[in-house]
């Protein structure tokens, strides 16, 4: 069976710090999880400070992405959640990505433009799962635009959350192992995220 291929992309400005922390400790469990229904690679991207967006080659274990993350520390700066896009649109044109997952609480750009990549990503079947941190209404409305052109899904999380995150992270691990059928699977008997997550795919 083929491994799936997962965009994990954060937020890394300075507001990011304490869920960047979070996420170093959890994204061993993406792995596991996805492990039990077909295996996981991951490429990491991250933006921060003044014009900086980074990402990495693509990474086939827990170890080695933690590595890079809690390497990473977080700047003052603006989104470029278009460069995030657009990366993932480019690996894609390679071969096939089967998710991106973005973990972020502001947006401060171009909001077409946004939406036209969003639309590019779901014609290539690349849905996009945003994961909101706060409860900024216009953040909101953007991350949800960026999720139903894409065909992925939304999903507002609270600050400090682990366990809301680690599920969340979780389940697109498993829906990018192994597909819809993979996390309906995951979601049985759950009342969390995942199944908030699974009802708005492909909407």
Request: aromatic share 8%.
């Amino acid at each position: 069976m083929e491994r799936g291929r997962l965009v994990f992309a954060m937020d890394a400005t300075a507001s990011r710090q304490f869920t960047w922390d979070q996420a170093c400790h959890i994204q061993a469990m993406m792995f596991e999880e996805a492990g039990r229904v077909g295996g996981l690679d991951i490429q990491l991207i991250f933006f921060r400070g003044f014009r900086e967006c980074k990402s990495t080659s693509w990474i086939s274990s827990a170890q080695q992405l933690q590595k890079l993350m809690t390497s990473v520390q977080c700047l003052a700066g603006k989104t470029q959640i278009r460069k995030v896009l657009k990366k993932t649109l480019d690996e894609t044109q390679k071969k096939h990505v089967n998710a991106l997952v973005f973990v972020g609480d502001a947006m401060e750009e171009d909001v077409d433009e946004l939406g036209h990549l969003a639309g590019q990503l779901g014609l290539h079947a690349v849905p996009c799962f945003m994961f909101h941190e706060g409860r900024d209404p216009l953040v909101e409305n953007v991350y949800r635009q960026v999720a139903r052109l894409s065909g992925g899904a939304y999903c507002p999380f609270d600050e400090g959350a682990a366990q809301q995150l680690r599920e969340l992270l979780s389940a697109v691990a498993v829906f990018a192992a192994g597909g819809r059928r993979a996390l309906s699977d995951f979601s049985k008997g759950k009342k969390g995220g995942s199944t908030l997550l699974l009802s708005q795919l492909g909407k």
